[in-house]
């Protein structure tokens, strides 16, 4: 679940011009209370007049070009769409109502619409040109990711062109998001018997109860399907939903999907580039296909040798089960390897499980972030769009420094993931504001750990968002606005403080009061690298697909092209019938990019280093990492940003040391 967790609508809105943040002051973040689609399309209708507005104004301004004019009136129409932006995800993602949803859905691509405007308007292209250099580093770095934004958009094309490349962004946004959209509508549901949920946890059968006819209906989402595939002793249950499951929004988004290759491949030999992939890596720290094809490959190299030692620990373990077995199947793999976690490393997921409930847990994660950076988090007392939707604040030493929202768990209709959506960023004194949405149980539901740990991802960006927002200068550096391929990482860095026996201590307490005992998190630690060579395989296998998908237009057979990118890497790749392409939701909004959160590792394994030198909890490193990676925004190159924290340049050490901690 984690590898699914993303920042969609900053991928979706820089698929043009890299131009995003969020709204000026005088616009409140979101609307207040449940938004109607009326009221969202309202508020849309009022967003898309303003950027009208602003965009006309500077257009038409007869004004001297300088950082002092011309910049403020852009970086506030940047702030307006990205802030426009990050409300129409969140009402696509947690609408009330199916028509809400399909508003906010609307307006994402409205908003994006508006960016393309914006990178293909000729007119601020020759103002935000004429500007002398300017002396500070920060300013001069915005103008030349600005230019290059524009460059990337086709400003360079005649009127025809220019109107082809808005033209084809438009289709490719609608396309996009429509890909994203149709995923939770593609859910499928299977029916088990009562016999059939043997091995899951109690508080799983509790809840899924037979209906008149004795079955018990299972759904395509995680909540079920996770559980499911890791604890059910019934390899037919497994076999039947692993099934269903690699066949959500299939075939609806095939044709969607091949829309969207297609057209991305005609938008980048418009403006140039001979495929989608090198004009969607220009602006990225591994900035060609070839970079980022080498990253692949070496990362491969020091993985597929603990891959297959894992491949061979699950299926030591199946040949118990199935005497004469010769091959691990797909939906052996996770209940195989809890097994194995159980019986070689003596660790079982259901014991952790028992002291992680959601309470506890939101608890915790609120309290790891005051202790290591020294802020206080409260209540924030505000309308919110759902009774379960909790509020906070965030302060330093007496002053508040963010917002945020947690909409943490399932309804009916609402986005099937987790990622944290930036709604307003902090610039020119205003708050950031941001939300997590996520899909974990409510109250005292049990989680698993891997949830425990997917939850401190998420809020790990909107962290960074928080402190990458403090009186910036500028919207367009303030808050997650690195390169691309940089932003996995923090969030990637902090999962490891799930591992952390002082951190869980605080929070992980089970129902009667027991604190988590030091010996299982001891047994957690020693299984933790168990299966990472098989898994970061996979995630090579699916970087690739998202790699080769877009260096050419799309292949005739989408399923069959995807099954075999992913075979390059991957050592227990999809069953045959699997069409996992259509629900693979990065496809839309990270484009060509997916080896995004492969690259973010690498950094996150080499940034950790410190904090095992100096101590996790330890409050100068983490004060350090705070102002030298995150605070900075986007007002530095990425590198060195990281290059500042370590004292040298990224290495891959650190990775391919993690890759022979389980032997
Ligand atoms: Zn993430």
């Known amino acids: 679940m984690r590898t699914f967790s993303a920042m969609l609508f900053l991928g979706s809105i820089m698929m043009g011009s890299a131009t995003f943040a969020a709204a000026p002051a005088a616009i409140p973040p979101i609307l207040i209370g449940v938004p109607t689609a009326a009221q969202v399309n309202q508020r849309c209708d009022m967003l898309v007049a303003r950027s009208t507005a602003l965009r006309k104004a500077l257009e038409t301004s007869k004004a001297k070009p300088t950082v002092a004019t011309t910049l403020p009136a852009f970086d506030k129409l940047n702030e307006l769409i990205g802030g426009g932006a990050g409300e129409a995800t969140l009402y696509r993602e947690t609408g009330a109502t199916a028509a809400a949803r399909s508003a906010g859905e609307k307006c994402e691509v409205r908003m994006a619409s508006e960016s393309t405007k914006l990178s293909l308007s000729r007119p601020i292209y020759e103002h935000i040109k004429a500007i002398a250099a300017p002396a500070d580093e920060t300013t001069k770095l915005y103008l030349t990711r600005v230019l290059g934004a524009f460059e990337r958009a086709g400003i360079a094309l005649d009127d025809a062109g220019r109107a082809k ?345 089970d129902a009667s009061g027991n604190t988590i005992p030091r010996d299982l998190v001891e047994k957690m630690n020693k299984a933790r690298y168990f299966s990472i060579g098989m898994d970061d395989m996979r995630q090579l296998g699916l970087s690739n697909v998202s790699l080769q998908y877009y260096l050419a237009p799309a292949p005739a057979d989408l399923g069959a092209a995807a099954r075999q990118y992913d075979a390059k890497y991957d050592v227990l790749p999809p069953a045959p019938y699997s069409q996992f392409q259509d629900s693979f939701p990065h496809l839309a909004g990270y484009g060509a990019a997916y080896y995004t959160y492969r690259w973010s590792i690498v950094i996150a394994d080499d940034m950790f280093t410190e904090f095992e030198k100096h101590g996790l909890r330890d409050q100068a490193t983490a004060a350090r990492y705070r102002k030298l990676v995150l605070a900075p925004g986007g007002t530095k190159p990425a590198a060195e940003l990281v290059a500042d924290f370590l004292g040298r340049p990224i290495s891959l050490d650190a990775y391919r040391a993690k890759m022979e901690k389980d032997q």
């Open 165 to 509: 490349a808005q033209a084809l962004t438009d289709e490719v946004s609608t396309l996009a998001t429509q890909f994203e959209a149709n995923i939770p509508k593609g859910q499928r549901t299977i029916t088990a018997t009562p016999a059939e949920l043997d091995g899951l946890p109690q508080d799983f059968i509790d809840a899924h109860k037979a209906g008149p006819d004795g079955k018990i209906t299972l759904r395509t989402d995680y909540t079920d399907y996770i559980p499911v595939l890791t604890y059910a002793k019934s390899s037919d249950l497994r076999q039947r939903f692993y099934r269903e499951f690699q066949l959500r929004a299939y075939p609806d988004n095939d044709t969607v999907l091949r829309g969207l290759v297609n057209k991305r491949d005609e938008l980048a030999k418009l403006v140039g580039r001979p495929n989608y992939a090198t004009l969607n890596f220009e602006d990225r720290m591994l900035n060609t296909p070839d970079k980022v094809q080498s990253l692949l490959d070496d990362m491969a190299s020091a993985a597929r040798p603990a891959a297959e030692r894992d491949y061979a620990k699950k299926l030591a373990v199946l040949q118990q089960l199935q005497p004469g077995t010769t091959k691990l199947e797909p939906w052996d793999n996770s209940y195989v390897g809890q097994l194995v976690q159980k019986q070689s490393y003596g660790y079982d997921r259901q014991e952790a499980r028992k002291y992680f409930n959601y309470d506890n847990v939101r608890d915790g994660i609120l309290k790891l972030t005051e202790d290591m950076f020294a802020v206080d988090i409260r209540p924030w007392n505000t309308p919110k769009w759902d009774k379960l939707v909790e509020a906070y604040e965030i302060y330093d030493h007496g002053k508040l420094i963010g917002r945020f929202y947690f909409d943490s768990h399932p309804r009916d209709g609402k986005y099937e993931h987790a990622n944290a959506v930036p709604l307003r960023t902090g610039v020119r004194g205003a708050i950031p504001v941001a939300a997590l949405v996520m899909n974990l149980p409510a109250g005292k539901g049990l989680m698993e750990h891997g949830d425990v740990e997917t939850f401190l991802h998420e809020y790990g960006h909107l962290l960074h968002a928080i402190f990458a927002g403090q009186n910036q200068p500028w919207a367009y550096e303030s808050g997650i606005t690195t390169e691309w391929d940089f932003v996995e990482a923090p969030s990637q860095m902090l999962e490891n403080w799930v591992y952390d026996y002082d951190t869980l201590a605080g929070f992980a307490v």
